[in-house]
């Protein structure tokens, strides 16, 4: 997985938001592809006199204006990208610095109203139980992920700690025609008879790739829910082939962690639509 997370301490209350100059995209085919960054870290006390914190981390590659994509276009992509990272109340705004400002009030307005009352109630309690259940990690990142032939594939990732054993990670990812702005689904890439084969592709794919497997019973037998392994629109594409991604949960118990599952190059081509066809060009 793509590392994001190594990130500074902070005090209390301290906020930081960085802003780079423009640098290309991590797919930089031709230049088409530029981003800017935008990154906060900061970390708010629950309340005045109490340790407990929510820490929220917000790091974004977003799509530049200087990207030699019409503008029309470019327009589409980042509303897109702006609604499935914050939500669509966020559209609105007009500049990065300012959704990302509002992302922060919103998250600390919500974790208030839902863990100050429920402080009051516990700080009677054990000390360690109160921080389990009070201590709040939200981290945000937005990246490109690939540019092959004219889709563009975006990264939405978010780790999530509500109290409890564990967080939760998630990646998202979205699809855009570079042509149109329009967000791609496999039924707009892909003819008819990928849907009655890749449930097939994917089992097999998964067998090659985990060094425990090695026939299709392995996976019957296994903690997988091998009904489950089937087309769910997180995928992307990279030069060796389709990628799909099954968060934690999707498809078996969390221990399994996020599985990704690469159907090559050779195996997919058939299936493309005519128009696309580009993709895996050199």
Same mark, same amino acid.
């Given at each position: 997985? /793509?590392?994001?997370?190594?990130?500074?301490?902070?005090?209390?209350?301290?906020?930081?938001?960085?802003?780079?100059?423009?640098?290309?995209? /991590?797919?930089?085919?031709?230049?088409?592809?530029?981003?800017?960054?935008?990154?906060?870290?900061?970390? $708010?006390? *629950?309340?005045?006199?109490?340790?407990?914190?929510?820490?929220?981390?917000?790091?974004?590659?977003?799509?530049?204006?200087?990207?030699?994509?019409?503008?029309?276009?470019?327009?589409?992509?980042?509303?897109?990208?702006?609604?499935?990272?914050?939500?669509?109340?966020? &559209?609105?705004?007009?500049?990065?610095?300012?959704?990302?400002?509002?992302?922060?009030?919103?998250?600390?307005?919500?974790?208030?109203?839902?863990?100050?009352? @429920?402080?009051?109630?516990? /700080?009677?309690?054990?000390?360690?139980?109160?921080?389990?259940?009070?201590?709040?990690?939200? &981290?945000?990142?937005?990246?490109?992920?690939?540019?092959?032939?004219?889709?563009?594939?975006?990264?939405? +990732?978010?780790?999530?700690? @509500?109290?409890?054993?564990?967080?939760?990670?998630?990646?998202?990812?979205?699809?855009? $025609?570079?042509?149109?702005?329009?967000?791609?689904?496999?039924?707009?890439?892909?003819? $008819?008879?990928?849907?009655?084969?890749?449930?097939?592709?994917?089992?097999?794919?998964?067998?090659?790739?985990?060094?425990? &497997?090695?026939?299709?019973?392995?996976?019957?037998?296994?903690?997988?829910?091998?009904?489950?392994?089937?087309?769910?629109?997180?995928?992307?594409?990279?030069?060796?082939? *389709?990628?799909?991604?099954?968060?934690?949960?999707?498809?078996?118990?969390?221990?399994?962690?996020?599985?990704?599952?690469?159907?090559?190059? +050779?195996?997919? /081509?058939?299936?493309?639509?005519?128009?696309?066809?580009?993709?895996?060009?050199?």
């Amino acid at each position: 997985m /793509k590392n994001r997370h190594a990130f500074a301490s902070l005090f209390l209350g301290a906020i930081i938001l960085l802003i780079t100059s423009c640098q290309p995209g /991590k797919e930089n085919k031709e230049e088409i592809i530029q981003t800017k960054q935008y990154a906060m870290e900061v970390a $708010d006390c *629950l309340m005045p006199g109490v340790d407990d914190s929510l820490r929220l981390t917000v790091d974004i590659d977003f799509l530049d204006n200087t990207s030699e994509i019409p503008d029309t276009v470019l327009t589409k992509i980042q509303q897109r990208l702006i609604a499935k990272s914050f939500g669509e109340p966020y &559209m609105k705004y007009v500049d990065m610095d300012t959704i990302i400002e509002k992302f922060h009030d919103d998250v600390l307005r919500e974790y208030r109203l839902d863990y100050v009352p @429920l402080y009051e109630q516990m /700080k009677d309690g054990e000390s360690e139980e109160v921080s389990i259940n009070l201590n709040n990690e939200h &981290m945000l990142m937005v990246y490109p992920m690939t540019l092959q032939g004219n889709v563009l594939s975006y990264v939405v +990732e978010r780790y999530l700690y @509500l109290g409890g054993a564990h967080g939760i990670n998630n990646r998202l990812l979205l699809n855009f $025609d570079i042509t149109t702005g329009k967000t791609l689904e496999e039924k707009d890439i892909f003819t $008819d008879d990928f849907f009655s084969k890749i449930h097939d592709m994917l089992v097999l794919n998964l067998v090659r790739q985990r060094d425990d &497997m090695s026939l299709i019973e392995d996976v019957q037998n296994s903690d997988y829910e091998i009904d489950a392994i089937k087309p769910n629109g997180n995928f992307y594409f990279a030069p060796d082939g *389709l990628i799909y991604i099954y968060n934690p949960y999707e498809i078996g118990p969390y221990y399994l962690g996020e599985t990704n599952i690469l159907v090559p190059t +050779e195996e997919i /081509k058939p299936f493309l639509k005519e128009k696309w066809q580009n993709i895996f060009a050199e």
